[in-house]
Structure formats: C-alpha cells, structure tokens
C-alpha cells in the first residue's frame, strides 16, 4: 500500500493533487518520516505555528521559520524540489501582492518614488513581515496536504480528538461527493452542451449565464444526493453506540516527539530574535 | 417485526439528513470556489498590487454556505458548522495554503451570517434578513481578516471595510436567497425544514 497523495510527479498544484485516486490505508513504515505522524497532532501544529506568528510582524522572524519550515517539508515528505516550488505559486504571488499593497500603501520613511506612488521603508517591513509569514503558513500547509491523506485524518479526528463519528462519517461521505463532482461537473456540462446553442465560432456555449445553470444543477444534484447518502449512512446503523474500532489510531511518543521539537524549535527563533531586537508584534503595523 | 433499536439521543442533536447537507452543500460551495480561484490567481498576478484589493470584490461568495443552509435547515447553529465544515472541506481536501487559521475565520463568518436568523428566531427568510446577514457574516470577521492581514495602519483601510460589506450584502446575502428560492423551487428542500415550512414562509414574507 502507498502513501498519501501518491505520485504526484506534474501535478499541476496542490489541489488537483489531493482531488486524484483516494489514498489507500494508513501509510507504512517505508513512508516518509512526517507521513507516519499522527494527523491530528500535525493539524495542530500547524495551527499553533499559524497563531503564534500572527502576532509577529518583523520581516527576520518569519524568514528563518519559513527556511526551516521548508527544509522539514523537503527533507520529511515525499515531495519533489519541483513539486514542491510548483505548489509555492498560488501563494507566492499572493505574498508579492501583500508585500507591494503594503510598501505602497503605509505612510512613513519614504524610500523610493515614482509619480503618485511612494514606497516607504515601514511599508516594506510589515509588508516583508506579511509576505514572509504567507510563504512559512504555506508551505506548512503544503507539508501537511502532503504527508497527510484526509480519510486518515478524519479517523484520527475521531479517535483522537472525539469528533462526533456522525460528523467525521458525513464528512467522509462529503469527500467522496467531492472526488466525484469534476466528473458531474463534466456530464452536466455536455448534457447542457447538448441542446444550448452554440455560439457563432460553432463552439459549446461559455457565457456566465450557461455557467451558472450548470452550478445550479450541480448544486441540486449534490443536494439529492447528499439525502440519499443520509438515509444509507443511517440505515446502516451509523450513530448507534457503542461503536467499535478498526485500525485504532493512536499517539505514538514519536508524535510527543514531533510536538517538542516544532515547539521548541519555533521557542528558540523568537528567543533568539527577541534577544538580537529584531523581534516586532502587532504594534509595527502603527508604524 | 421488532422495534428499531434506539439510542437515547438528544432530542437537540442534528437530524443526519440535515448534517449531510451542510456537509454536501460545503463541498459544491468549496469546490466552485476553489475552480473560481485557479482563474482568479492568474487574474491577481496579472494585476498585481491591485488584485490584493479587488480579490475584495468576491468576498461575498465566502459568506454564501451560512445563509443557504440555515434558510434549509432553520437550527440554532447551522450557519457556523456550514462555515466551519467548509473551511474544513478547503484546508483539509481543497489543500487551501491558508491553512487551518482559516477554520477561524470561518466560524466567525458564520457567526456573524446567523446572528439576524437567531434574532428573528428562525422564522424571519426576507430579502431584509439574507442582507443583514451578508453584512454582519462580512463586518465581524473584517476585523479578525485585518489583524491577520495586517490591514491596520494602510491608507487603503476604510475602501477594504467598504468593498468588503458591499460584497458581503449583494454576494453572501441578497444571492443566497436567490439561491435557496430557487433550490426550493425545485423540490429537492421538500424533505426539510424550509419544506415544512413552505406555506408558512411563503404567508409570513406577504405581511412583511
């Protein structure tokens, strides 16, 4: 049985990537060493990191996470170089977009201008500050998509965070209608294609009109089938207690393990900048 | 025949129907999103520093799950777990590189989204509600956004709070009722609590 995602080699971004062939079991021993974690624990971490650095707005702090954080991924996943920069796009551009929106747009120590535009030194360190935490909470979460298959977390969810099994099962069964819908989506879209009239090149309609009909439907289909889903999800007994287990998941001391070192790992960074005075929080953004 | 076997269960606790439709209704609203995005970015590239603002305009379209599925399912609390399972659908299967801080924002979304339902105890569905709706689901979170966002002390500001509510009213309230009518009209919602409700609804919205 393979792990996770699976190969992913030219998968064009993160998202396609988990919407392909569903995962099979828990990963084995010959996985990579983060694909073995418990998915909870890993969830959690990356929350707590994604808080704590909310709070930190000097461009240095997030830089030296974000390297670190990049080379746990790359060194802990079975992630490509490639792959890996690949799944950087969708959120490097947005970094850039946060980084001139604020160089330009905070008044202060004026650096650079050009016309109506004027760049300011408080400007480009909040908004390196942002750029930079974007980057480190990105590639947390492409670490996490990566090393972690869904149905896997949901049965972690439920055992080790006590999520209700009623939700973790309808959010299981969501997955499925999830992995299915590019294929609705298509069908929809030629049986509409079908009898809409084309347009004057002699091509399938793609106005926003047609666009949303085929939403709608999809919308409506889902619906259906969502109570279908609910009356055999029930039918089969799902929500009767006590239930047992297959597969029990659990926290190894490796997990602990993981939970120390990224803790202690993100305590000696901000010690460490706090010490060399690098270290800002929300008060930079008062300039 | 023998009696259904019963678990004493509380009589509060969500109808599995109902669940699974906030779930299902999630995941089309996470996977139009997420189709619309990946024409977006490039979008945003295109425009550059611009597109950091004008990403406001869509806004809306993050509030929508809240209003439709408590118009459907008319229980306390139904507009934040649809937030909150949405936002789950994205950062866990989506792979949202906003990562789990998303899960917050979300349930503030729809708290913000339910609260006119909640005053109006479920029984108000108007254009006047699905509006205060969009703008309380895009003004509460706008502030938690900024912070995250690091907007405060930007000259561009109060134009962010302005599209950002403009959007939230037109896209994450006036929609969804456009929406759940025409949902209605199809029969699919008979089964639910909107369905039940339909004479009554449609009695209460001509005395408004």
Known sequence: MTAVVGPDAGASTLGTSTLGAPPLGAPTHRAPALDRRNPTVKLALVFVVSLVVMFVLDPVTPTVLYVLALAGVATTTRTSPRALAHAHIPFAAFALGVLSVNALSRPGHEVWHAGPLSVTAEGLAVGGAL??????????????????DPVALMHSLRQNARLGPRVAYAVLAGYRVLQDLPREWATIQHAHAVRAPRTRDGDPPRSPRHLGRVIFTLLVVTVRRGERTAQSLESRGLGLAPRTTWHPVRVARADWALVAGVLMVLGLVLAATAGLGVLRGPGALAG | MSAPVRTARDPRAWEMKDLMLTVVLGVVFGFVYWALVQAWNGLAIAMGPAGDLAQHVLLGGWL????VVVAIVRRPGAGVVAEILASV??????GSPVGPTLILAAALQGLGSELPFWITRYRRFGWTVFAVSGLLGAGLVFWFSAFRGGWYGQEVFALRLGMQLVSGVVLGGLLAKVIVDALARTGVLDNFAIGRAEIGHTQAERNE
Request: charged fraction near 10%; avoid cysteine; proline fraction near 4%.
């Open chain 2, 89 to 94: 659908v994205e950062v866990v299967f989506l």
């Open chain 2, 64 to 67: 929508l799950v809240a209003p």
């Open chain 1, 131 to 148: 750029a930079m935490r974007t980057l480190l909470i990105g590639v947390l979460a492409v670490g996490f998509v990566r090393s972690t």
